[in-house]
Each structure stands twice: as structure tokens, then as C-alpha cells.
């Protein structure tokens, strides 16, 4: 019975994680309507999300404007609490070095990613900052979720940012 009970919840579990990561793109949609490149990440307790934040570097002109830690920093205020154990974050691209750090840091019980990023992902990618020991707290990590949904979200931007730059350049040499 507890056996049954569990793999039901872990297929729930798994089933959710790509729903929590769409709104996660949800996000990310709202980023690129900034012209901001398009990264979202929400923060889930109790089946509940309870902060929602997009990249927001552009904008604030805010190196540490990262969606992760814009939604670590909403979750704080909504829980009145720095400690984040209980909580599932979902963000659309691998975590840079800073919000790797940050979400160890608060406690996060588990991180969930989309997209790998090569250049600057520190759950897999460039290092693994996870498997550095002695910290006194790991949070559990599940990559790859909606990857490829979350990896276009930024070559479209990227390749429609290269596109309109040609675009502007042509019209520059024909006027
Ligand atoms: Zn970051």
C-alpha cells in the first residue's frame, strides 16, 4: 500500500515538474517582452507557487537581476523566512554561479532546470557546484526538464536580436 502510494506520488511528482516548468516559460515570455533574455523561474510549496520573477538585467541595469534570485528574494518576503527548505525551484536555464550559490544557500530543497547552459551553468555544465564538499547543505537537482522548450525560448531571442541588428545594418547601407 505505502509502496503504491509512492510511485503514484513520484509519477505525480514527475508529471508536475514539466507543468511547473511551463509557467517557468511563462516567465521567460515576460522577460523577452522587455527585450530582457528570456529566463523565468518560480518557486513551488505545498503543490503551491508561491513567487514567480524573469530576468530582469536590462531593466534594472542590475548584474544580480537574475530570475532566481529575484523569485528567492519574493519567496523570503512571502514566507517571512530566508529558509526556502521546503520549497521546489523551477527555472528555465541552468543556474549561473551566483544563483547556484543563492539557492544553496537558502535552502532550497530542490532545484529544477531546463536548458543546459555551457557557458556559465554551475549544476553540470561548467562545474558542478553540488558535488564541491563540505557544504552543509545540497539541494536536490533534476536538469533537462522541458529542455528543449526552455533552450528555444533563447536561440529565438538571440537569433531574432542578430536578425533585426542585419536588418538595421542593411538599412543603414542603403539610405
Ligand atoms: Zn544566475
Known sequence: MCGSTFLLRKGMMSMSDEAYMMLAIAEAKKAELMDE???GCILVKD????????NERETSQQAI?????????????????????DCTLY???EPCPMCAG????????RVVFGAY??????????????ETKGFNHYPEVSGGVLEKECGALLT???????????AAAQTNTTE
Request: proline share 1%.
Open 37 to 39: 533574455v528570456p529566463i
Open 47 to 54: 503543490h503551491e507557487v508561491i513567487a514567480s520573477a524573469f
Open 65 to 85: 537581476a537574475h530570475a532566481e534570485i529575484l523569485a528567492i528574494k519574493k519567496a523570503n518576503e512571502v514566507l517571512g523566512t530566508w529558509r526556502l527548505e
Open 91 to 93: 527555472v528555465t536555464l
Open 102 to 109: 543563492a539557492i544553496l544557500l537558502s535552502r532550497v530543497a
Open 117 to 130: 547552459d555551457k557557458k556559465g551553468g554551475c549544476l553540470g555544465s561548467c562545474m558542478n557546484m553540488y
Open 156 to 166: 529565438d531571442f538571440f537569433k531574432k536580436k542578430r536578425d533585426s541588428k542585419k
